[in-house]
């Protein structure tokens, strides 16, 4: 089995300069009894542009695909050193069809993102020895590719990560943009819209919330024209080394009961999603996300006093800080589930300028 050290010590090939690999939030609880068959590693937004499009958007600084790619080479040497000990995930907007400018729909669109970033998306799309074979989610900037033939066979809207036992804990993953309306709704109200959610388990796996016309206006109310930055992109981090061993294994944790609201951001839609699994059989004791640019893991329990994680994965492009005071850096987070232990990271130090 892969164990955190070992995927640490992959990171820091990728990354060897002083600093290059920073904790932000470590967690553990035997109680979660998290699947431990393999190691999972989770890619959050990374918004991948055409060539084309790229000068138009100066503020998102969508500068870090040289990073992902030396990132996803050092995985792939990873997996294929290591058979079916390892799954990578990306959780959704790999591309940005959303700020996409040529008009030519989104298929067209995809055809040329892809061909200008196709050593990344080779090695995400293939299996090892020549890449990661990762899992796609859908995200709202890039929904489309759920329902593209070339793209439909390894993308979904959400997907579960069983445990082998009945009594083990389920991880669900998801984009985390299904969240977004349900912030606002009154509890009967989030419930309900969670139970419609779950309805789109299917006997082949495929999920999707509303369908194509609901998702069009749903993504595009409100978009503004221009350069508009992603997500949030004045995150607080509060570590940048790794903690003493001896220290303990919450590190950087929100509690669900005394956090802020914005650092609970999604956690109660997430239980509230978590709960309506449960009535149908899936035992979800983590639910892991991405879309908010927001790097966290909030600890928090069901009524019935049993733990429940969100763990939010950040994302890659953006921009963040890791204590005040120190320079705004480029994003490049990235999530670790491994020894039923969870952990996130910052890969990479480049200040943002």
């Not at 955190?4 to 939030?25: E, G, K």
């Amino acid at each position: 089995m892969l164990t955190h050290d070992n995927i640490l010590n992959t990171f820091r090939q990728a990354f060897p300069a002083p600093d290059d690999v920073a904790l932000v939030a470590r967690y553990a609880n035997p109680l979660l009894q998290l699947p431990r068959r393999r190691a999972h590693i989770f890619l959050p937004d990374c918004h991948l542009l055409s060539n084309d499009d790229l000068p138009f958007y100066p503020k998102n600084k969508f500068v870090q695909d040289a990073d992902l790619l030396t990132l996803l080479e050092h995985l792939t040497v990873l997996k294929k050193d290591s058979p079916g000990m390892l799954q990578v995930w990306h959780l959704g907007d790999i591309f940005d069809i959303w700020r996409a400018r040529g008009g030519l729909g989104p298929a067209a669109e995809v055809d040329k993102i892809a061909a200008d970033h196709a050593p990344i998306i080779d090695l995400l799309r293939d299996g090892a020895p020549w890449g990661v074979g990762a899992h796609l989610i859908a995200g709202n900037h890039d929904y489309q590719i759920y329902w593209l033939p070339e793209w439909r066979d390894n993308t979904a809207r959400y997907r579960l990560i069983q445990h082998s036992d009945p009594a083990g804990g389920d991880v669900l993953v998801l984009h985390g943009d299904i969240f977004e309306p349900l912030e606002n709704l009154l509890p009967n109200e989030l419930q309900a819209w969670a139970v419609r959610f779950t309805t789109w388990w299917g006997s082949a796996g495929r999920q999707d919330l509303f369908n194509e016309a609901d998702v069009v206006a749903q993504v595009n109310r409100g978009l503004p024209a221009g350069d508009r930055p992603v997500g949030s992109t004045k995150v607080k981090l509060a570590r940048r080394t790794l903690p003493d061993p001896d220290s303990g294994v919450a590190v950087n944790v929100i509690h669900a009961d005394t956090g802020s609201a914005k650092n609970k951001k999604f956690f109660a839609g997430a239980k509230a999603l978590a709960e309506a699994f449960h009535a149908r059989g899936h035992n979800i004791r983590l639910v892991v996300l991405a879309h908010t640019h927001f790097a966290r893991i909030v600890e928090g329990a069901f009524d019935d006093g049993s733990p429940f994680v969100l763990m939010d994965c950040g994302a890659w492009i953006g921009t963040c800080r890791l204590a005040p005071g120190e320079p705004w850096i480029y994003c490049a987070q990235v999530g670790v589930l491994a020894e039923d232990e969870l952990r996130l990271y910052q890969l990479g130090r480049r200040v943002a300028g």
